[in-house]
Structures are given as structure tokens and as C-alpha cells.
């Protein structure tokens, strides 16, 4: 049965992530950190070997599989979890708010690379989240159109090294959406079904705090697309940009925004903070019941 929305917890097993670097990089943290966040309600976990940020160095295929391929293995034998230490799910009534966490959490890998994404897939990894839209390396559409898993088609102006340098755009709203359904359509035509696809509309990636808003003020323009849609917006500098926010008060600002694109349509969230999410959606889905 479906959920009224899905949290997807960030595993970052990067020295450089813009918010946590550092924080998960030896691999038994990671997976320490991945089982906290599945215990707190996370019904996908996304784990991720190579930094995105503005200004980040690329790393290559070998490190990042390094990073990654334990956590992977360790989180394919996660056995069904009790969200009573950690979370606080287990006293959310769910005769009012139709959770169906618990069993086992779904394998997200966050990665532009063909030949990560195939081992990622061929170790258990039921979702591939691209940043690229697989135009960095094309290979990926072979590696997505032959396995089929579920893929999150993001939409990205530039590559994280130089993204934030000069984002530009006529109209962003009009042209993400020209990119969602041209890209949704070289998918198809390839083989993967149209059910398999998750839009993410890239908040910070090559745009300015003019263009996330203009995004996020039009939700429902993108819904139009007839797919879920995906939201990072977790701790982002948007926060810090529009409110003055440094990296480690945005926490309430993300919830809020949360809130408000859940009732706006969005039911798939990518979030550091799994705990205070979850309550956050089912009160807004308790609420808009």
C-alpha cells in the first residue's frame, strides 16, 4: 500500500559534502548513521560516494565504489527494525497518518557514473538518483535502460565544479519543464518505464535563489509532468541567502518549506534530519486530511 510520502535519508560517505562531510567517511559510521536513519522513519536510504556541492572536486569511479560498496552490503542486510529507540514512529497514529515503514528500507546510490551505478545495481540498489540526467556519461542511460531500476532525473545547469558561477536562464520554470520532458521521453523510448521516473528540479544546482523560488512556487506546473517529484532542499544556502541563515540554523527553515511542498504535492523529501521530518509530514498530512 502506498505511503502518503516517503523520506529519503541522506548517507554521505564523503570527506566534502557541503552539510555532513566528513562526518560518515569511514564506513562503519556510515552504516551506523544509515541504520539511525531507517530506525527514525527513512523509507529510502540514499547513499552517495562523491560530493555534488558548488566548487567540489570530482573523484573517480574506483574511490567512489570504495566508498559506497560497504554500506551498500551492510545496508542489504538491515532486518526488520523496532522505531522505538531512535525514532518516535512507532507512537504516530497510524490509523490517521498509513505509514508503511520498517521492513526494509529501499537502496538509493547517488551517482553520474555508468559503471558505479551497474555495480550499485548488480549489489542490490533498487534506485539510481542522477544528478547528470546521464549526460555526463551517456553509458548511464545503457546501464539505466538495461536494469530498469526506479531513477530520480534531476535537472542540473553546469557540473558542480563551476555551476554557481553564472546560472542563467529566460524563463526556468518553462525550461526545466522542456527538460524533464525531453529527457522523460529519451528514457522511454529506451525502455525504462515512465512509473520508474522521479523528477528532482535541482534546487542549487546552477541556479540562483530567484530561480529555486521560481521552482518552488510552481510545483503544481511540474506535477503537470504526471510523475512524484523528488525535494533537496535540505539545509541548502538557499536558507542562508534569502534569510541569513549560516549552515547550522537552517533546520527549521527546511521544515517549514517541507511542509509547505508536501501540501503543495511533493511527497518524496531528501533530508538529513529523518527524525523531526517524519513528524513534520504526518502532522502537514494529519492536518490536510
Known sequence: MPAPFYIWGIVN????????????????????????????????????????????????????????????????????????????????????????????????????????????????????????????????????ADYKPMYVLMHCQ???????????????????YAFFDEKMNMLVRRGLPEKNIILDFGIGFGKTLEHNLALLQNIEVFLGLKRPLLLGLSQKSLFGHLLGQEKNERSVSTQVCTALAMEKGIIHHRVHDVKHTLETLALTYALKK
Open 158 to 176: 553546469g557540473r558542480p565544479q563551476t555551476m554557481q558561477e553564472t546560472p542563467c536562464y529566460k524563463d526556468v520554470v518553462r525550461e526545466v
Open 13 to 144: 560517505t564523503t570527506p566534502d559534502s557541503f552539510y555532513d562531510g566528513g562526518c560518515y567517511e569511514k564506513a562503519d559510521h556510515a552504516i551506523a548513521h544509515a541504520k539511525l536513519l531507517w530506525e527514525q522513519g527513512a523509507a529510502v536510504l540514499d547513499i552517495g560516494g562523491a560530493s555534488s556541492r558548488p566548487g567540489a572536486k570530482d573523484v573517480g569511479s574506483i574511490e567512489e565504489w570504495q566508498r559506497i560498496s560497504p554500506v551498500i552490503s551492510a545496508v542489504k542486510e538491515f532486518k526488520d527494525c523496532s522505531f522505538a529507540e531512535n525514532g518516535g514512529a512507532d507512537k504516530i497514529r497510524t490509523d490517521i497518518v498509513p505509514l508503511h515503514y520498517g521492513q526494509k528500507p529501499l537502496i538509493s546510490v547517488d551517482t553520474w557514473r555508468a559503471e558505479v551505478a551497474r555495480k550499485a545495481l548488480e549489489k542490490g540498489a533498487e534506485i539510481i538518483n542522477d544528478i547528470s540526467a546521464f549526460a555526463w556519461e551517456p553509458e548511464l542511460l545503457d546501464v539505466v
